[in-house]
């Protein structure tokens, strides 16, 4: 007996010593890949899912960092976004030898969107009055993942308040590389209502002539593109801009600035993307610098000569299982005179904004906004099926629910010549609540509660992703 238990002591060991030893084995050997897979695309080009995907077959790894690969990957594909869902596994193909399996859902990728779009800055700016005949329609015809190769195509044609035509087309691969590329685009459009002059309570006040267009704008762009790795991107465009204002305007605001305005502008980006999902990010982080020169010697027209320089930072984190935090920095600098009013740019335009300052319009021209972001997943991400819908484009769906709270600041550095205005050279400050639901097709829906420096508190809705 007591060298039966002599025995089955040594084996324990023996065993304890061999998985110990197997899994350091398994960790640290090398792997070749000699593989890669991939399955469910039938319109878009193997060479475009490759160019997200930083390996090559007879490329050799580690068994400890094949988890990261896989995750990697899929962000990658994902933010290509021409993917509804994407699956990135590795196999054992034989010993020592791996295959890299990849499968994706194409989604549907031409769009005719009805447009249904207020005049106003914002949502929030027309609910207050909620006046219907500030209102745009028309289509907007997108065909995304144009000939299989990742590029977009528009024609967007609008009527209503503000008429405009624009077509555009993004080719974010000129050559066999694939890392450079090239978009154009035209626009021309007019409005019967146009913002004329904001007051010192930054209210923007707004002017009409139902018969004739108060205002038309004209523009023509080009910009090529360099992605020498997954994650960077260098930016370089060119555009000639103007505009043509009827002169009832000056009598209105005499500081309107020149009636008719033509100018080039320059303007270089580099952006590094480090998101899980660029749409609506839980983990990693983003960071863009853009400097911008409007006017170039002396072409064009009353140009203005104004170089702006501008910069984003957000960070994002998981705190735990249902947990995850964010943070985003945004700045912007802009050098020599008073640009005219038409091209005044402060906080309250896009998604530069403190939240529960919606309804204001704060020109600068020194801009900075700090937004903390705390997070919890309601309902993580699900996935289920729509009955009676066939294509799998629309009938499988993912949809998740979060929990916000949430504090901003900003500032807005008022320029010489401007009216002296109450939200203008001061700290601005607010907290809230709210709640996210996102979706397939980069889909997002915010509602938050706010209060700010103020004390004035409303509900609020935004549809792309706070940080």
């Not at 890949?33 to 399955?39: F, G, T, V």
């Not at 962000?75 to 010993?95: G, H, R």
């Not at 983990?283 to 409007?294: A, I, L, T």
């Not at 964010?326 to 038409?342: E, F, M």
């Amino acid at each position: 007996m007591r060298l039966l238990s002599r025995l089955i002591l040594c084996c324990l060991l023996l065993s304890v010593f061999y998985d110990a030893e197997a899994q350091q084995v398994t960790d640290s050997t090398r792997w070749i890949l000699k593989q890669i897979s991939i399955d469910g695309i039938n319109i878009t080009r193997e060479h475009i899912v490759r160019r997200e995907i930083p390996l090559l077959e007879g490329d050799t790894l580690t068994a400890d960092k094949i988890p990261a690969l896989e995750r990697a990957i899929r962000s990658n594909l994902l933010n290509a976004s021409i993917f509804n869902f994407v699956n990135v596994k590795f196999d054992t193909l034989y010993p020592g030898n791996l295959v890299l399996k990849v499968s994706v859902v194409e989604r549907w990728y031409i769009w005719p969107y009805p447009i249904f779009e207020i005049a106003d800055r914002n949502f929030n700016a027309w609910w207050r009055a909620k006046n219907l005949s500030r209102v745009n329609y028309g289509i907007n015809l997108i065909w995304f993942n144009f000939r299989g190769r990742r590029e977009t195509l528009s024609l967007f044609t609008r009527l209503g308040y503000d008429h405009k035509i624009a077509l555009s087309w993004q080719i974010p691969y000129l050559t066999r590389q694939r890392k450079t590329g090239i978009g154009l685009g035209i626009s021309t459009g007019g409005t019967h209502e146009v913002a004329i002059r904001t007051d010192s309570l930054n209210t923007v006040h707004f002017t009409k002539n139902e018969k004739h267009y108060l205002k038309t704008e004209k523009e023509a762009w080009i910009t090529f593109s360099y992605r020498p790795a997954i994650h960077t991107t260098h930016t370089f465009g060119f555009s000639w801009n103007s505009y043509h204002a009827q002169d009832t305007l000056l009598l209105q605001n005499p500081s309107y600035g020149p009636l008719r305005v033509n100018y080039p502008a320059l303007f270089y980006q580099i952006k590094t993307d480090y998101r899980d999902y660029k749409h609506y990010p839980l983990e990693g982080w983003y960071g863009d610098f853009m400097v911008e020169k409007w006017g170039i010697n002396d072409w064009g027209e009353n140009a203005p000569s104004n170089v702006k320089a501008e910069a984003n930072f957000r960070f994002y984190q998981r705190l735990g299982k249902r947990w995850f935090g964010a943070a985003g920095w945004y700045g912007s600098l802009q050098s020599g005179n008073r640009p005219p009013y038409p091209l005044l740019s402060g906080l309250g335009y896009g998604r530069y904004f403190v939240r529960g300052y919606e309804y204001y319009v704060i020109e600068g021209n020194r801009l900075s906004t700090l937004k903390v972001n705390l997070k919890y997943a309601l309902i993580p991400q699900k996935v289920t099926r729509l009955p009676y819908i066939k294509t799998e484009k629309f009938s499988k769906v993912y949809y998740a629910f979060y929990l916000n709270a949430f504090t901003d600041f900003g500032y807005a550095g008022a320029w010489k010549e401007s009216v002296p205005a109450r939200l203008n050279n001061r700290l601005l400050y607010s907290v809230g609540v709210g709640l996210d639901f996102i979706t397939y097709y980069d889909k997002v829906l915010r509602i938050e509660y706010t209060t700010n420096h103020l004390g004035e508190s409303g509900i609020y809705l935004h549809f792309i992703a706070s940080i």
